[in-house]
């Protein structure tokens, strides 16, 4: 593990408003992506890449029972892909962990041209870009 430099992102917090389908979800991706569970309890879990860590909580603290990506506060979270083969190898087993491909009909380039990346959205509404880092000849 690389000794974080100041700026470096630590973690960030997502409350969700069932840990199950977020467990589901965003632990299958995020295992898919490398990272590795990391803490437990019981409204909560968390995976690590590196010295930066996800955590999802379901909060007794919770003001609403639906999260939604178009008002103030988290949009999407973006990850780096390892190519596109990667990117599309994620995109055809998404469905099974309660992921639904967005903008199906503009596919990868729905970013726009110059950019090759996913968008998917889970059951609960949050939303993940899945971007390859780089196109090369065997892509």
């Not at 100041?6 to 840990?19: A, F, Q």
């Not at 379901?58 to 780096?80: E, V």
């Not at 099974?96 to 380039?109: E, K, N, S």
């Amino acid at each position: 593990m690389t000794r974080p430099v100041t700026g470096m992102l630590h973690h960030v917090e997502i409350w969700v408003p069932d840990l199950d389908r977020a467990v589901v979800s965003f632990g299958w991706l995020l295992e898919a992506l490398g990272y590795t569970r990391f803490q437990s309890w019981n409204n909560g879990q968390s995976w690590r890449l590196g010295t930066t860590y996800l955590v999802f909580e379901q909060s007794p603290a919770l003001i609403a029972d639906q999260h939604d990506r178009c008002r103030p506060g988290l949009n999407h979270l973006a990850f780096h892909v390892e190519g596109h083969r990667t990117v599309e190898a994620l995109v055809s087993e998404a469905a099974r962990h309660g992921w639904t491909l967005m903008f199906p009909d503009r596919h990868p380039h729905a970013g726009g041209e110059q950019t090759y990346a996913a968008y998917l959205e889970n059951t609960d509404g949050f939303e993940v870009e899945l971007v390859a880092i780089a196109a090369t000849e065997s892509d």
